[in-house]
């Protein structure tokens, strides 16, 4: 399972890659392989305000549709829009291609909450049973 | 069976010239419509209806019935949806003249008997579930959900008092969110404990002037029995938030206890599921919606009364949330339902309810050698097991599909979430051991063969009038309309 190291990464499963004052989010490997072939996106609208921890979108696969949690608060300010057509990019590419949005931050000293690669890397395997 | 046929479509059929009727020929002109109707007449060419003859048509659905699987032909096991046997005494009694042919505008002086018959169930329903009022309008179990979500915001609103939060537990049926979205409320989701149950310090935690109710379902989708119930609608009450039941699991609890003594506000019944009515095709469903006296005024109009010996629609209801549905809900699922009620009895609905926890614990010990429980506490009428521990990389899907081979369906997989690749078995009461012993044997047999020959049973159904269905593509690319 792929758990990159230069990301931050929350309980519910969602990646974050900080740039300065903008995170890019996605959904991380080990979800999309829970979730199995994904087959629709919902994502926030640019523009909008997500709140962290809070539901901002949705993935739908064959199995379950499930929420994806904002990982930190502020202004959407992309929505990768490949997904529309291409829900499949969350199954091949998680962190690259299959990037959900960015967001502008309201507060960066909320990101210190999240959990580092091996911090995430073990709550995985607790949580895998 | 032989070869199945090959069915085309209807349109694919289309032989122009051939009628199921023979019209007499018309001995008045013709008048084009557009002289009649003008600018209203739309589209200049007629629409493409297929042409055929009366045997042609009913070929045609004969022979898709045949490619179908219905609780007629053997156990149907999904899991929360109550598949049990309809009896046919209800279609008898739903076909009387006097129902069938009913017209809902028809005056209330000429449907006396059918307004009783509708008062009679909702007091049943009453009795059965411990409510003071109920409307049978609501026509499936999420369009119940949403009537009895709006009593509670109509309730609160009036109180001066609205509120924002639904919480619900992950344990929850899906529609339940679903619903209080729909209705207007942020859905917050609280966790389950280790025992499958709500955490009640967790429940407590939370309780403030936003919590605008919970929604439970009793029995959870796990088929635990929520210990706590009467203690968590204290909770809720003391903190001025009512309290919703989700009763599709109503069938696990008849006769043995009721939601209005736990202290309940509102809930709703699937007709379709408890009291035995058709689950085909999607409907047509039933969901009335019971609730105490306070919501009472809030029911959708018009509500059923009696003055003076008769039967009369109230209309003059105004704190009423409105109507939910034209007309009076799907009327002769309601009759099939009294039927059922009337001839099971007290007794009879206790029995069944207790032969459906009975059959669920039967199933969940024979296959306990077999799969891995989802949580290893007390069951009533349902079992989920997980996919921990399947031979040869067979999922959860793997099985379901290869249980279609051996001539069932498959019960509900991948829920609830809060189980690895859920497999989720509701045998109801009216299985005989002889047919979820088949069930139990197809199981053991399919373990097998994962061990042994995993691929196979991965390529399944192998014996199904289709192969193994390309789910995401159907799922990413539908195609959803008809294209010569």
Request: proline content about 7%; some cysteine; aromatic content about 8%.
């Amino acid at each position: 399972m792929n758990i990159p190291s230069d990301l931050k990464y929350t309980k519910s499963h969602e990646w974050i890659r900080v740039e300065g004052n903008v995170g890019t989010a996605g959904i991380t490997d080990f979800a999309q392989q829970e979730l199995g072939d994904i087959v629709f996106v919902e994502a926030p609208a640019q523009g909008s305000a997500v709140a962290a921890g809070a539901p901002m979108g949705s993935v739908e696969s064959v199995k379950a549709v499930s929420e994806i949690n904002a990982p930190a608060s502020g202004t959407v300010s992309a929505v990768n829009a490949d997904l529309t057509d291409h829900p499949e990019l969350l199954n091949a590419d998680p962190y690259g291609k299959g990037w959900i949005l960015k967001i502008t931050f309201a507060n960066t000293g909320e990101l210190s909450g999240l959990m580092d690669a091996a911090a995430y890397a073990a709550y995985v395997a607790e949580s895998a049973h | 069976m032989s070869r199945p046929i090959e069915e085309k479509l209807l349109f694919e059929k289309d032989h122009p010239g051939r009628v199921g009727a023979s019209v007499p020929p018309s001995d008045v002109p013709e008048v084009d419509p557009r002289t009649l109707f003008g600018d209203m007449v739309r589209g200049a060419a007629p629409a493409f209806l297929p042409e055929m003859s009366e045997v042609d048509v009913v070929r045609h659905f004969t022979r898709l019935s045949t490619y179908n699987y219905a609780v007629d032909f053997g156990l149907y096991p999904l899991g929360s949806c109550t598949m049990k046997y309809n009896p046919k005494i209800n279609e008898e009694v739903a076909r009387l003249e006097g129902f069938a042919r009913l017209h809902p505008l028809q005056p209330e002086s000429t449907t006396q008997g059918a307004l009783e018959l509708m008062a009679t169930l909702q007091n049943a329903l009453c009795a059965i579930t411990g409510m003071d009022a109920c409307t049978l309008q609501p026509a499936a179990g999420a369009h119940g959900e949403f009537t009895g979500v709006q009593l509670i915001r109509a309730y609160l609103e009036n109180q001066g008092d609205a509120r924002k939060v639904m919480l619900i537990p992950d344990s929850a049926h899906g529609t339940n969110p679903a619903s209080a979205h729909f209705s207007g409320y942020a859905v917050e989701q609280i966790q389950s404990g280790p025992d499958g149950c709500v955490d009640l310090e967790a429940l407590k935690a939370r309780m403030k002037p936003d919590v605008a109710a919970i929604m439970l379902t009793v029995p959870n989708t796990l088929g635990i029995f929520e210990k706590n119930i009467a203690q968590i609608c204290r909770i809720l009450h003391a903190n001025g938030s009512q309290v919703y039941v989700d009763g599709a699991n109503l069938n696990a609890l008849m006769g043995i206890t009721r939601p209005g003594d736990w202290g309940a506000d509102v809930m709703h019944i699937n007709l379709h599921k408890t009291f035995s009515t058709p689950h085909g095709g999607g409907g047509p469903g039933a969901g009335p919606v019971a609730c105490k006296a306070h919501l009472e005024p809030y029911l959708p109009r018009p509500v059923l009364a009696k003055k003076e010996g008769r039967y009369l629609w109230d209309r003059d209801r105004p704190k009423s949330i409105g109507k939910v549905l034209g007309f009076n809900g799907n009327f002769l699922v309601l009759v099939r339902a009294l039927c059922y009620i009337e001839t099971m009895g007290a007794d009879g609905l206790k029995r069944a309810s207790e032969l459906a926890v009975l059959n669920a614990n039967y199933m969940r010990s024979k296959l306990r050698p077999l799969l891995e429980l989802g949580f290893d506490g007390p069951t009533l009428h349902e079992v989920v097991f997980c996919d921990k521990g399947l031979p040869g990389g067979v999922t959860t899907l793997d099985l379901a599909k290869r249980l279609i081979d051996y001539g069932f369906h498959p019960p509900t997989v991948y829920f609830p979430l809060i189980v690895h690749g859920a497999l989720m078995i509701e045998p109801t009461e009216t299985e005989p051991r002889e047919e979820m012993d088949r069930f139990v044997e197809a199981v053991a047999a399919i373990v097998k063969e994962a061990e042994e020959n995993p691929a196979y049973v991965k390529a399944a159904p192998h014996n199904a009038y289709r192969r193994r269905l390309d789910e995401v593509a159907a799922a990413r690319n539908p195609r959803l309309t008809y294209k010569p």
